[in-house]
T-cell receptor, first 110, second 113 residues
Framework: GIQVEQSPPDLILQEGANSTLRCNFSDSVNNLQWFHQNPWGQLINLFYIPSGTKQNGRLSATTVATERYSLLYISSSQTTDSGVYFCAVVTNQAGTALIFGKGTTLSVSS | KAGVTQTPRYLIKTRGQQVTLSCSPISGHRSVSWYQQTPGQGLQFLFEYFSETQRNKGNFPGRFSGRQFSNSRSEMNVSTLELGDSALYLC???FGGGPYEQYFGPGTRLTVT
């Protein structure tokens, strides 16, 4: 099956710093989503981005489907950005199932 | 528009018991998917229901089952609970019929003792 790899696994930042999270996938995808898991466990939708570039405030994402990777950019990080960031994909083979990476744990300190 | 709701939020059960979790999707969404999250295995797909039919199933034993009602609400059931079933169970809803964006509920945290 498809492999979804996220890097780095852990990231520690000072407030105000910028960061880039990467998601590599081993097969073509129909859907790619980025999520932020809050301390209570809920997955918050950040981007639905099977291809192209999107921006939402301090966050932006780019997916290059032909090269099988996606990037999530966080600018001017805040302590509230702390948590786990997941990339998840849907492939033809998996139907509509989201296949998740292992996540990047981000810690932002003031 | 209200988000995805899940009940109960927390549950403690004893090994060998069974449990039923409930998920109400976003209004207008016809697809409900269930996922299990554990520290060791991460987030794994359980199954998906669309128009009251199971359309897709992950690699879990038959003790895990589900159903969907005509109003798109879904339940999942786990019979003969094992300690390893302790996990956060998340449900997600989408319009269905394709790889649409999925929206997650707050989850049910199940502890099996």
């Amino acid at each position: 099956g498809i492999q979804v790899e996220q890097s780095p696994p852990d990231l520690i930042l000072q407030e105000g710093a910028n960061s880039t999270l990467r998601c590599n996938f081993s097969d073509s995808v129909n859907n790619l989503q980025w999520f932020h898991q809050n301390p209570w466990g809920q997955l918050i939708n950040l981007f639905y981005i099977p291809s192209g570039t999107k921006q939402n405030g301090r966050l932006s994402a780019t997916t290059v489907a032909t090269e099988r990777y996606s990037l999530l950019y966080i600018s001017s990080s805040q302590t509230t950005d702390s948590g786990v960031y997941f990339c998840a994909v849907v492939t033809n083979q998996a139907g509509t199932a989201l296949i998740f990476g292992k996540g990047t744990t981000l810690s932002v300190s003031s | 528009k209200a988000g995805v709701t899940q009940t109960p939020r927390y549950l403690i059960k004893t090994r060998g018991q069974q449990v039923t979790l409930s998920c109400s999707p976003i209004s207008g969404h016809r697809s409900v998917s269930w996922y299990q999250q554990t520290p060791g295995q991460g987030l794994q797909f359980l199954f998906e229901y669309f128009s009251e039919t199971q359309r897709n199933k992950g690699n879990f034993p038959g003790r895990f089952s589900g159903r969907q009602f005509s109003n798109s609400r879904s339940e999942m059931n786990v019979s003969t609970l094992e300690l390893g079933d302790s996990a956060l169970y998340l449900c997600a809803s989408s319009f269905g019929g394709g790889p649409y964006e999925q929206y997650f509920g707050p989850g049910t945290r199940l502890t099996v003792t």
